[in-house]
């Protein structure tokens, strides 16, 4: 459970490290599930529905840049979106009522995994109320230095900067981002969550350590945050609620929007987005 100060904090600066939700236990058990899957990441050479690789991904030394939809590869990530602990921590900043809107896991290898550029979630999924944040557990010890996440405090409360280049969804701020030199980086211990709002200006760097860094992200959201984009059915929006009372009364923020159309020159996933930007700000792996 969050304390007062903890609940203030997040709501002044759009973001909380938490450290010690997960046991020693629970953090092995995902390393070693995560383990098999770089492993089985080793049989393929092109980006797949499951595996995004690295550019220097090669069966002999596989680099898995991220596992998609990892809740839905394997009940041990499953079981972690319904982690008491967590859940506990994300009611008492969004409500009872909880949806999950998607996960994934990023993984950055020693000395090389890729770096992620300024974006603001909101951008890519804007809501009817931005009461929607994604906790990220860390499965590695998180320094700056292995490539944590970095956060602007209070940017939450700031504009949505444009996501768009000549036209298109790039999948990251193409204007600058004038309080970069303001960016706080959230190191953590394994077993800590960090915890950022939907509208949090954040990035992290390239690894320039010899350690990995492996960070599992979920998406909670308020469940009467209902998608702008929509939904196929009432089930689709159904299969999204983790815990409490779905609603078809969505609560309406007044809030800047851009929709992430027209699509993205590339797909797939935000690394491979992020690769046709102009200028990107953060050095990347020869
Ligand atoms: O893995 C990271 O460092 C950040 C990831 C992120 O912000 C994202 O995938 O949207």
């Not at 899957?37 to 797949?48: K, Y």
């Not at 994934?104 to 999924?125: C, I, R, T």
Request: proline content about 7%; overall charge negative.
């Amino acid at each position: 459970m969050l304390t007062r100060e903890q609940i203030d904090f997040y709501h002044e600066n759009g973001y909380l490290g938490v450290e010690g939700v997960l046991s020693a236990d629970e953090v092995a058990e995902l390393q070693q599930v995560t383990d098999d899957f770089v492993q089985l990441s080793a049989s393929v050479t092109e980006h797949t529905s499951v595996f995004d690789l690295e550019p220097g991904h090669t069966p002999e030394s596989p680099k898995l840049r991220r596992l998609k939809e990892p809740v839905d590869q394997h009940e041990v990530y499953k079981k972690n979106l319904h982690h008491p602990g967590i859940l506990a921590i994300v009611a008492q900043l969004i409500g009872q009522d909880i949806r999950s809107n998607g996960n994934k896991l990023n993984m950055k290898s020693p000395e090389y995994g890729s770096p992620v550029e300024w974006h603001q979630d909101w951008a890519f999924y804007p809501h009817t109320n931005d009461d929607i944040l994604a906790v990220g557990v860390s499965m590695d010890d998180m320094k700056y230095e292995n490539g944590c996440l970095l956060v602007i405090p209070g940017s939450h409360k700031g504009p949505i900067l444009t996501h768009h280049q000549n036209g298109r969804f790039a999948g990251a701020v193409t204007e600058d981002v004038a309080d970069a030199d303001k960016a706080v980086p959230i190191e953590l211990k394994a077993g800590g969550i960090s915890i950022h709002h939907v509208r949090t200006l954040h990035a992290s760097a390239r690894n320039v350590s010899p350690n990995p860094r492996r960070l599992l992200l979920y998406q909670y959201c308020a469940a009467d945050a209902w998608s702008i984009m929509g939904y196929g059915s009432w089930q689709e929006y159904l299969d999204t609620m983790v815990c409490g009372e779905p609603t078809k009364r969505p609560r309406m923020l007044d809030a800047p929007i851009e929709i992430p159309l027209p699509e993205a020159e590339r797909g797939g996933s935000i690394y491979e987005t992020q690769t046709i930007l102009e200028n990107p700000v953060f050095a990347r792996a020869a």
